[in-house]
């Protein structure tokens, strides 16, 4: 793995003389930069380039060859002159004779044309992130197939623009990579999920290259991602052990932002459950890899925040003094890593996560008891006190809602039914 550095040293173009300039490489850097919201160039050229790939596979015959030439004549220069179908002349050749004489005539428009425009499209796609809102545009993966399908038929010519496609998905990824691990603020709303957004990026860059041969890339690409993931899953324990430790405001803000972005923690968490089993062979019986060890921190600490949760919602949920507003916030958490678990399907999900999901069942349902029961004990009791009967009342409803949202309908039912009774004995409607 190579090591970058952190900024500009430029006494080596001091020490090193400047290269010929017919050695000069261009590099994606140098590609002109139009505005973020515009669409991808060459869209005409990836379209051609995949109905191209289409017809140069299976049994080529003279009228395939009519068709590519068809196909070609809207991309073809000035000076180029029109193409000649080689292929009536050649019938009963061998297909790689025939293909081989197809692509003679063509291949100017091809390298010249073709491949430079899919070279564009690819890297506006993949690396600037653009898209045409208004027109279905041509899956990059399959548009990374047909480009290097292209080149291979060509016998390498064109292969420099395959190359500046995973040199910018490969700068670009390491760049994203830096930059998202680098940022230490608290997680705010939308934090998670733009993490996860960022992971999924990453997945499209890894199936493009792996469709272009990335080889060293592709290796890269996925060093970042699995860099990335690690990070996202310490920012999201960070978060919630912050309120765990301080029950304060400011920590309840960020703890209720990350477990808000449910979805996203669950993208976050399979990315690292795949990056565990791709790397299982770097496992021992005293070390513990990185990538599980970040999923075990943050399931530690997403059982203590579960721990502190029904500590504060038991006391609620008892009558205790409690605003409201935060006892509902108090409950979004439950339900949220009640959702985290019950929706983080993968064949290598830790048995730790099924323990903290039916953890949760149990105790939420055990909360509904305890509730139904001071309701009903408080309505009974003389003298009665009509207003800590509808702050049960209230905290009882919206426990009802989070058991509802966990499946729990016979425990629904019967929290229910109580609240029925005491809301008629208070004089208030359902």
Not at 26 to 38: I, N
């Amino acid at each position: 793995m190579a090591f970058w550095p952190t900024k500009y040293d430029d006494s080596r173009r001091r020490r090193t003389p400047p290269l010929p300039p017919q050695a000069l490489v261009r590099t994606p850097a140098e590609t002109p930069v139009t505005p973020a919201d515009s669409p991808p160039r060459g869209t005409a050229e990836a379209r051609t380039v995949l109905r191209l790939a289409q017809l140069l596979r299976g049994t080529i015959t003279p009228l395939r060859g009519d068709a590519v030439l068809e196909l070609l004549e809207p991309h073809r220069p000035r000076l180029v002159p029109k193409p000649v179908n080689p292929l009536p002349a050649m019938v009963g050749k061998p297909p790689g004779q025939m293909i081989d004489a197809l692509l003679r005539p063509i291949g100017q428009i091809v390298t010249d044309v073709l491949l430079p425009g899919v070279r564009d499209h690819l890297i506006d796609r993949l690396v600037t992130g653009r898209t045409d809102h208004e027109e279905s545009l041509p899956g990059a993966v399959d548009l990374a197939e047909a480009m290097r399908a292209l080149v291979s038929r060509m016998r390498g010519a064109g292969k420099g623009h395959l190359q500046a496609v995973i040199a910018a998905i490969e700068t670009d990824a390491r760049a994203t990579a830096d930059t998202l691990t680098r940022d230490s603020r608290p997680i705010d709303v939308g934090g998670i999920d733009r993490l996860a957004r960022a992971l999924l990026r990453f997945e499209v860059r890894r199936m493009a290259l792996e469709a272009l041969g990335g080889g060293s890339a592709l290796q890269d690409v996925v060093y970042q991602s699995r860099r990335l993931a690690r990070y996202s899953l310490r920012r999201a324990t960070e978060a919630i052990e912050g309120f765990v430790a301080d029950r304060g405001l400011k920590t309840l803000h960020a703890s209720l932002a990350t477990l808000a972005q449910a979805d996203g923690l669950i993208v976050i968490a399979l990315r690292n459950l795949d990056d565990q089993e791709e790397t299982k062979e770097e496992s021992g019986p005293f070390v513990e890899p990185a990538d599980r060890k970040a999923m075990n921190d943050w399931l530690s600490a997403a059982w203590r925040l579960s721990d502190t949760l029904f500590d504060l919602v038991g006391k609620a949920a008892a009558g205790g003094e409690l605003d409201d507003l935060l006892f509902a916030a108090l409950l979004r958490q439950l339900r949220s890593l009640h959702h985290f678990c019950a929706d983080l399907t993968h064949a290598g999900r830790p048995a730790a996560v099924d323990t903290l999901k039916q953890r949760l069942v149990e105790r939420c349902d055990a909360l509904a008891r305890q509730t139904g029961e001071r309701l009903v004990e408080v309505l009974l009791a003389k003298p009665a006190d009509p207003a800590l009967a509808r702050r049960l009342l209230a905290r009882g409803r919206l426990l009802a809602q989070l058991l509802y949202d966990m499946n729990r309908d016979e425990a629904v039912e019967e929290l229910a039914l109580r609240i029925v009774v005491a809301a008629e004995a208070l004089g208030e409607g359902r």
